[in-house]
């Protein structure tokens, strides 16, 4: 089942190039997810009445076109068909002429918060009328190219406006830093072409992030770690 939302692109949804953002993009996209989920069941709500929340595992995010402020953009999203503890998501967003902007492939868990366990799709079943998966490569790690040594680019306190109701970062932040952390789109020579993200370990309001990047023009590798040293998240952004 294909569901479909309409929206308009605000003054916060753009970066300083005017430009739709990608963590703008992954906002919208995860707003159109809990309105399927609130159109078809089981609700957010009533996920976590159970002590249950779908956590974002990993995502390729592809950009294809540009959205300015004040245009407007359907978003369709579907579940792709599931195995294992992995629970796909597929979003597409389209300008007014219904031509494809961006496109999106995400890996979801369900997290069992009383248990601390995450669910298996058998013990559960398939949720929200799967549809068969995108043809999209989403990797399971991020692979850096032979004699890649990322070094400290920067830090990112966690903030309380970053942290959602799970008590962590959302996931749509980290898009945000990372991307200002590509010097050709901080000096808005760029925009982003495409960002994968593979989060690891989650981090909770105050940690303290250290970033690592590598990388040149068109093509940078990001790893996070959080203060305990733990690998938070990897990423790779590429800029057109």
């Not at 492939?105 to 799709?121: E, K």
């Amino acid at each position: 089942m294909i569901w479909s939302e309409k929206y308009r692109v605000t003054a916060l949804d753009v970066d300083m190039t005017g430009t739709f953002s990608a963590a703008a993009m992954m906002r919208y996209m995860q707003e159109t997810a809990y309105r399927h989920m609130a159109g078809t069941g089981p609700t957010e709500d009533e996920l976590r009445a159970r002590g249950q929340a779908f956590l974002l595992s990993r995502i390729k995010l592809n950009i294809d076109g540009e959205l300015r402020h004040g245009d407007g953009f359907t978003l369709r999203t579907f579940a792709e068909v599931s195995r294992g503890i992995s629970f796909g998501r597929v979003f597409s967003i389209y300008d007014e002429s219904d031509e494809k902007v961006a496109e999106a492939r995400t890996i979801w868990v369900l997290y069992d918060f009383g248990t601390h366990r995450i669910m298996h799709v058998d013990d559960i079943g398939m949720m929200y009328g799967p549809e068969p998966p995108l043809e999209m490569e989403l990797p399971r790690r991020l692979l850096l190219p032979d004699g890649a040594e990322l070094a400290p680019c920067g830090t990112r306190r966690v903030d309380f406006p970053d942290v959602d109701v799970n008590g962590h970062m959302n996931n749509t932040v980290y898009a945000g830093f990372l991307c200002g952390n590509v010097p050709e789109v901080r000096a808005g020579e760029a925009r982003v072409g495409s960002i994968y993200i593979n989060y690891s370990n989650e981090s909770k309001l105050d940690d303290e992030l250290t970033i690592e990047r590598f990388g040149q023009r068109g093509e940078w590798f990001f790893r996070t770690h959080r203060g305990d040293g733990k690998l938070n998240v990897e990423a790779r952004i590429t800029t057109v």
